[in-house]
């Protein structure tokens, strides 16, 4: 085989589920091109009818949080517990709220 | 919070591309979809009146978030506690960030961010009626979230079955945070009815002025909204402005009486014929008022927004040049 695989860029795939459902992250894979990218991920990732709807992305523009810096980065949501309804304590006879 | 069945349309709706009249075929698969509660999903073509209607309603939506944040925002510098004051910036944040998730759904409709931003900073847009009452007292924060927000949540559950995918997700994402709000604001106004004549005094004062306001935030009655018909046909609205504004009714009654407070209408009573509360006249004209820019704090809501918009034109241009500095260095390394 050739080594011309190494060259296509890789991409990342979405896939919707089941229409109404947002996209999902569910993998990569290299291809040439989109169009490319799209059959080649309905052919890896949806063999069995798994999805309704693929979007595909070059990996390289996407950009992540360091997972180094989850800790810090996250930090200031860990101590807001008041943002939870369960932190509130409401009588059982107001019913659902 | 915050979504209005206003069906009022606005002054002028942001611009669209221009679409070419439907095929029938398109217009087939279309309704088939519909009839089939299938999704519409920005790809899917979808007739130019639907497209409108949604841009219309998120962008209101959207608008209402932004702006709602500023009757609450007016007590954070002096929420009575340390804790209520950390509740309090947690909620108005809530607030920004639904109308962000919103903005982001409308815009998968064609329509640009700045475009609605100048929709309603120049008085075109409209936003929900309830902001433009003032919120006089420390109550009022309690009643926003047990009241405004508790008509919101009704309002907004059958939006997550909507027809438009984005609208619905974003909807689903914004009720679930929606709890907190409503039971953060019933739980402090049970605080304060547990203290002096004075504080319980406060919490009703703050429940007689809201309670009219917030049966409005449904919309016209249903025999006066026109757009009722066509927005269930298009599944874009589930359940209709009567019937959302008894189930209000219905669940707020039996809170009312545990918290302790009276709601100020003479002819709320149950109904055994109709298993339902009947209630009294709601004030249309004050309703239509406030609507059209004439409520006690529309002028103050918007000037305030424009400001806000104005002042943080530095913020964005700084982060551009940030951005454009960032992108040469790095095509300086490159080269």
Known sequence: MSTTHNDWPLWEVFVRSKQGLEHKHCGSLHAADAQQALQMARDVYTRRQEGVSIWVVPSNTITASEPDDKAAFFEPMADKIYRHPTFYEIPDEVGHM | ?335
């Open chain 2, 1 to 335: 919070m915050y979504t209005q069945s206003l069906d009022v349309p606005d002054t002028s709706a942001p611009a669209l591309s221009s679409v070419p009249t439907a095929p029938d075929a398109l217009q087939t698969r279309f309704d088939e979809k519909i009839d089939a509660d299938q999704k519409i999903e920005p790809q899917d073509w979808m007739p130019e009146a639907y497209r409108r209607t949604l841009v219309r309603q998120i962008s209101q939506h959207a608008h209402s978030e932004i702006i709602g944040m500023q009757p609450e925002g007016n007590w954070i510098s002096r929420a009575p506690s340390l804790k209520r004051k950390a509740i309090l910036l947690a909620k108005v944040q809530d607030e920004g960030g639904h109308g962000l998730y919103l903005y982001s759904a409308a815009e998968t409709l064609g329509v640009g961010r700045d475009t609605m931003l100048d929709a309603l900073h120049t008085g075109k847009a409209k936003y929900s009626s309830i902001f433009n009452y003032p919120t006089l007292q420390w109550a009022d924060v309690g009643v926003i979230g047990w009241l405004v927000d508790g008509a919101a949540i009704m309002n907004q559950v059958p939006i997550c079955r909507c027809s438009y995918g984005p609208y619905a997700r974003a909807m689903i994402r914004i009720c679930k945070e929606e709890s907190f709000h409503q039971r953060q604001g019933f739980e402090s106004l049970m605080v304060q009815m547990q203290g002096t004549p004075e504080q319980r005094a406060m919490v009703q004062d703050a429940v007689n002025r809201w309670w009219w306001p917030v049966l409005a935030m449904f919309g016209p009655p249903d025999a006066a909204s026109a757009n009722t018909a066509q927005g269930m046909r298009w599944g874009i609205k589930r359940i209709s402005n009567d019937d959302l504004r008894q189930k209000f009714v219905d669940a707020t009654v039996p809170q009312a009486a545990v918290l302790g407070v009276t709601l100020p209408d003479p002819d709320l009573k149950w109904n055994e014929e109709r298993q339902q509360h009947d209630y009294g006249a709601i004030d249309w004209d004050e309703f239509w008022e406030v609507v059209n820019g004439n409520g006690p704090c529309n002028k103050e809501r918007l000037s305030n927004r424009v400001k806000a918009h104005e002042d943080g034109q530095w913020v964005r241009d700084a982060a551009q040049a940030h951005a454009a500095k960032q992108k040469a260095r790095q095509m300086k390394e490159a080269a």
